[in-house]
């Protein structure tokens, strides 16, 4: 098993760990799937509270999807629809509404963004970094882009994005523009990220998770709506898979850290 948990009964935390630290913890389709019947289940265990997502080993908290797994996934040849593993990774997606919160070490980029994208708020450590690799390779990033607007000023969000893999937002940059909540010493994120868990889970969870669902009432029409569109921009977008290849064989650019 490549997604493991674990639960502490005494303060109602769960701790959700990509375990992959080998491949930086990129996600195979099984992955996806064990991530989603993760938080589906989590929705009957009413002795889970809260929740943390992490990635193992410290290098990565996760680096999109497995390539290997991304070229077995056959696609339909109509621009309007799109077969794409990792839409149904996240909490929200899987209609879970009980509190999660990522604890980011070392590199988060790509697809981790559907994870980082539902989750309440991040906690990183000092050496966390953040990218978007999809435009250097000749994919176009909709639905990561679409899920990190929610929480990063349009500006940043573009830079990221239209830079690729050239430039990395580091943790300290990560919490001036508010997509981080708050830094920790490098190894830190996990403890930080368990002890607001707890806190949270102490409340009355019928309180915390309507608050948690009124938050995200606030932005759901406009994201479902941007997500509607997503589809039709990476099928039109993409290059072609055997030129993507092409340029993933390359070196790539070097990349400055903000």
Known sequence: ???????????????????????????????ARELAAVWRGFRYEDEVRAIVVTGAGGRSFCTGIDRDAAGNVPQPSSPYTIDDPLLAIGPKANDLWKPVIAAVEGMACGGAF???????????????????????????????TIHMAQRMPHGEIARMALMGSAERISARRAYETGLVSEVTETGGALAAARA???????????????????????REAARTQALAHAPHLVTLGNLPSDRQAELFTRRGPEFRTR
């Open 196 to 218: 607001a868990a707890a806190v949270i889970a102490s409340a009355p969870t019928e309180a915390v998770q309507g608050t948690v669902r009124a938050l995200w009432s606030t």
């Open 1 to 31: 098993m490549s997604v493991r948990v674990e639960r502490d009964k005494e303060t109602g935390v769960a701790v959700v760990t990509l375990d992959r630290p080998a491949k930086h913890n990129a996600i195979t389709l099984d992955m």
């Open 114 to 144: 559907y994870l980082l994208g539902e989750a309440e708020f991040l906690i990183a450590g000092e050496d966390a970094a953040f990218f978007d690799p999809h435009t250097t390779y000749g994919m176009v990033s909709a639905f990561e």
